[in-house]
């Protein structure tokens, strides 16, 4: 079993950043895709970046492409989101999800298998 903890998650002006982080346990962490995703009020459940076990592979939705970065030490078991230029719209519950087969940075919700239990990002104007 793994578990994911999210932090970092706050309140911010348009045009800030913030960075996510999300620490998990177990020692299989480095064989895993790790994927981070938001759900705001009223809508569906989005991916938002996603990184492959190794780390030299990245996804990312249109609109994070250029204003956020995933990234993972896989020595202290965490993976991290640094969302830069942040918008209004990017106001949602921020979730980390590890992917135990994916051979590379899935983007496909179902196929993840552990989710952590969210952070609050809010992005005022």
């Known amino acids: 079993q793994v578990q994911l903890v999210e932090s970092g998650g706050g309140s911010v002006q348009a045009g800030g950043s913030l960075r996510l982080s999300c620490a998990a346990s177990?020692?299989?962490?480095?064989?895993?895709?790790m994927g981070w995703f938001r759900q705001a009020p009223g809508k569906e459940r989005e991916i938002v970046a996603a990184?492959?076990?190794?780390?030299?592979?990245?996804y990312y939705s249109g609109s994070a492409k250029g204003r956020f970065s995933i990234s993972r030490d896989n020595a202290k078991n965490t993976v991290y989101l640094q969302m830069n230029s942040l918008k209004p719209e990017d106001t949602a519950v921020y979730y980390c999800?590890?992917?135990?087969?994916?051979?590379?940075?899935?983007?496909?919700?179902?196929?993840?298998?552990?989710w952590g239990q969210g952070t609050q990002v809010t992005v005022s104007s």
């Open positions: 999800a590890a992917d135990r087969f994916a051979i590379g940075p899935t983007h496909t919700i179902g196929e993840y298998d552990y």
């Open positions: 990184i492959k076990w190794s780390g030299d592979l990245t």
């Open positions: 177990g020692r299989t962490f480095s064989s895993f895709a």
